[in-house]
């Protein structure tokens, strides 16, 4: 069986002057038990529709359940069908539509117009770019976009396109762009430079409290190539590309609503080793459910009482002003406020509701700092002390007027052997409860005992901070249980 088919519903629609490749009807992929097999079979699906339960969304399904790469995938078909789905996605493409056609262009009066897009290519030139980034993001082999000038240009609509409705023009562009993406995709697989593994690291450049910095993300290549792992960096763009890698190690600020989840649902369905697996992300960025883990397997925390509309004048009564009230699934400080009195309280509840019905109330616990430990696989780390920023009651500090964002405080890094016995095992209790994947507890020291503020899926792993005592080793410790990961699920 050759190394990739195209499907189609009607072997008619590949017309005699196409090219001679190897073309499948697609009632014969879904029927036969020869294409059930083989795990590196390349998949085009080219049918007429890919409609909810159409053949051609059946094609796409079962390709990915034969683990077979397919395009375009089961969640392309998803995001395509409905605008309010895709349009997250166009967001950050959006802003080079207006650079590109914003251009005074002499004669051009139109306000909307479409452009085809095969296979990442165009027929527009000053265009092309933003048609490869469109295929990345959309990975359907014929794609329609419309765009419009509404105050500025944007992206209206997407849609795919269909083999049989192609133009005579159409089809000379289409066959061009096929020939160079089976040259370049499929006939020459990516060169693995003798690494033993690949590794795609998830990270945002534009993000303003990242979980690892410029120069921890460095050390982690540097650290993998060492271990026989090629790292990767990758971006939301990127997911496209996602069932070239062997690993996801996501090194951005984590969200159910976000499309890390996405990127962690995808890995975990091709396969792949996963840090952040979505299970950890989907309980430890909700603070609700967190509340209630720790609390069932009796891990002391803060007096917390979760609030409702219902019962938000009784709260005073059961926890002692100040209050702190936290959004469910904020991050780094964000959605974390404290009230003073009952004004304050209505107040802030108020205006909270509007995101969440539920919020957390919890007793206000000052320190001096926060503890936090790194824990990998039931292992802790390392341990730091994250001291409040300056003239505040929280690490960061987010208050209007910050010159340069969010004002941190200090820190102080130790050896897990040096950190009070108490508090690495404490958060080894509440870490154990997530799952076996890497873990950030904070915890608060009080002289009533150590209690747990919070369990973070996506620790930060910054270079001069968490590595200040590892050094090197802390990079390796995680890369070589990636790799540990891996040669488990290929049976080493």
């Given at each position: 069986?050759?190394?990739?088919?195209?499907?189609?519903?009607?072997?008619?629609?590949?017309?005699?002057?196409?090219?001679?490749?190897?073309?499948?009807a697609?009632k014969?992929?879904?029927?036969?038990?020869?294409?059930?097999?083989?795990?590196?079979?390349?998949?085009?699906?080219?049918?007429?529709?890919?409609?909810?339960?159409?053949?051609?969304?059946?094609?796409?399904?079962?390709?990915?359940?034969r683990?077979?790469?397919?395009?375009?995938?089961?969640?392309?078909?998803?995001?395509l069908?409905?605008?309010?789905?895709?349009?997250?996605?166009?967001?950050?493409?959006?802003?080079?539509?207006?650079?590109?056609?914003?251009?005074?262009?002499?004669?051009?009066?139109?306000?909307?117009?479409?452009?085809?897009?095969?296979?990442?290519?165009?027929?527009?030139?000053?265009?092309?770019?933003?048609?490869?980034?469109?295929?990345?993001?959309?990975?359907?082999?014929l794609?329609?976009?419309?765009?419009?000038?509404?105050?500025?240009?944007?992206?209206?609509?997407?849609?795919?396109l269909?083999?049989?409705?192609?133009s005579?023009?159409?089809?000379?562009?289409?066959?061009?762009?096929?020939?160079?993406y089976?040259?370049?995709?499929?006939?020459?697989?990516?060169?693995?430079?003798?690494?033993?593994?690949d590794?795609?690291?998830?990270h945002?450049?534009?993000?303003?409290?990242?979980?690892?910095?410029?120069?921890?993300?460095?050390?982690?290549?540097?650290t993998?190539?060492?271990?026989?792992?090629?790292?990767?960096?990758?971006?939301?763009?990127?997911?496209?590309?996602?069932?070239?890698?062997?690993?996801?190690?996501?090194?951005?600020?984590?969200?159910?609503?976000?499309?890390?989840?996405?990127?962690?649902?995808?890995?975990?369905?091709?396969?792949?080793?996963?840090?952040?697996?979505?299970?950890?992300?989907?309980?430890?960025?909700?603070?609700?459910?967190?509340?209630?883990?720790?609390?069932?397997?009796?891990?002391?925390?803060p007096?917390?009482?979760?609030?409702?509309?219902?019962?938000?004048?009784?709260?005073?009564?059961?926890?002692?002003?100040?209050?702190?009230?936290?959004?469910?699934?904020?991050?780094?400080s964000?959605?974390?406020?404290?009230?003073?009195?009952?004004t304050?309280?209505?107040?802030?509840?108020?205006?909270?509701?509007?995101?969440?019905?539920?919020l957390?109330?919890?007793?206000?616990?000052?320190?001096?700092?926060?503890?936090?430990?790194?824990?990998?696989?039931?292992?802790?780390?390392?341990?730091?002390?994250?001291?409040?920023?300056?003239?505040?009651?929280?690490?960061?500090?987010?208050?209007?007027?910050?010159?340069?964002?969010?004002?941190?405080?200090?820190?102080?890094?130790?050896?897990?052997?040096d950190?009070?016995?108490?508090?690495?095992?404490?958060?080894?209790?509440?870490?154990n409860?997530?799952?076996?994947?890497?873990?950030?507890?904070?915890?608060?020291?009080?002289?009533?005992?150590?209690?747990?503020?919070?369990?973070?899926?996506?620790?930060?792993?910054?270079?001069?901070?968490?590595?200040?005592?590892l050094?090197?080793a802390?990079?390796?410790?995680?890369?070589?249980?990636?790799?540990?990961?891996?040669?488990?699920?290929?049976?080493?």
């Amino acid at each position: 069986m050759a190394d990739h088919i195209i499907l189609v519903e009607n072997p008619t629609e590949w017309k005699p002057h196409f090219p001679k490749l190897p073309v499948v009807a697609a009632k014969d992929y879904l029927a036969k038990p020869e294409y059930s097999t083989g795990r590196n079979l390349r998949v085009l699906n080219l049918c007429r529709g890919y409609r909810y339960l159409s053949v051609g969304y059946y094609c796409s399904l079962l390709a990915e359940a034969r683990h077979h790469r397919v395009i375009p995938s089961v969640r392309t078909l998803n995001d395509l069908s409905r605008k309010s789905i895709y349009s997250l996605d166009i967001e950050d493409l959006d802003d080079h539509v207006q650079q590109v056609l914003g251009k005074p262009r002499p004669g051009f009066t139109a306000t909307a117009f479409e452009l085809d897009i095969f296979f990442g290519q165009c027929a527009a030139k000053e265009l092309q770019e933003l048609a490869r980034q469109l295929f990345d993001a959309f990975r359907s082999p014929l794609l329609r976009v419309e765009f419009r000038l509404q105050g500025k240009w944007r992206i209206a609509t997407l849609k795919a396109l269909h083999l049989h409705s192609l133009s005579t023009e159409q089809e000379e562009l289409f066959l061009g762009a096929l020939a160079a993406y089976l040259s370049r995709r499929w006939r020459q697989p990516r060169v693995r430079n003798n690494y033993r593994y690949d590794l795609a690291m998830l990270h945002n450049p534009k993000e303003d409290l990242p979980p690892s910095n410029p120069k921890a993300l460095q050390q982690f290549i540097k650290t993998g190539r060492e271990c026989g792992v090629n790292v990767e960096l990758i971006e939301k763009k990127d997911f496209g590309r996602l069932a070239e890698f062997d690993a996801l190690f996501i090194r951005e600020t984590t969200g159910i609503d976000h499309y890390t989840y996405t990127f962690a649902k995808k890995a975990e369905s091709e396969g792949m080793v996963v840090i952040d697996d979505p299970d950890s992300i989907l309980k430890c960025t909700n603070k609700v459910y967190l509340d209630e883990l720790l609390r069932t397997h009796r891990v002391r925390t803060p007096k917390t009482v979760i609030v409702r509309r219902g019962n938000l004048e009784r709260v005073d009564g059961e926890i002692d002003y100040p209050i702190v009230l936290k959004i469910p699934d904020g991050s780094f400080s964000r959605g974390v406020f404290k009230v003073n009195g009952r004004t304050e309280l209505l107040d802030m509840a108020s205006k909270l509701f509007k995101s969440s019905d539920l919020l957390l109330a919890q007793e206000f616990l000052y320190t001096e700092f926060d503890w936090r430990v790194g824990i990998l696989n039931k292992t802790p780390l390392f341990v730091c002390q994250y001291f409040m920023s300056k003239e505040h009651w929280q690490i960061y500090n987010h208050e209007p007027g910050q010159e340069t964002g969010a004002r941190a405080g200090d820190f102080k890094t130790f050896r897990v052997e040096d950190a009070p016995e108490t508090v690495v095992r404490t958060a080894l209790k509440a870490a154990n409860l997530i799952g076996n994947g890497l873990y950030g507890v904070d915890l608060k020291q009080t002289a009533k005992g150590v209690v747990v503020i919070e369990v973070n899926d996506n620790p930060n792993i910054d270079h001069g901070i968490e590595d200040a005592v590892l050094k090197e080793a802390l990079y390796r410790g995680i890369v070589e249980d990636i790799v540990w990961r891996l040669d488990r699920k290929r049976g080493k």
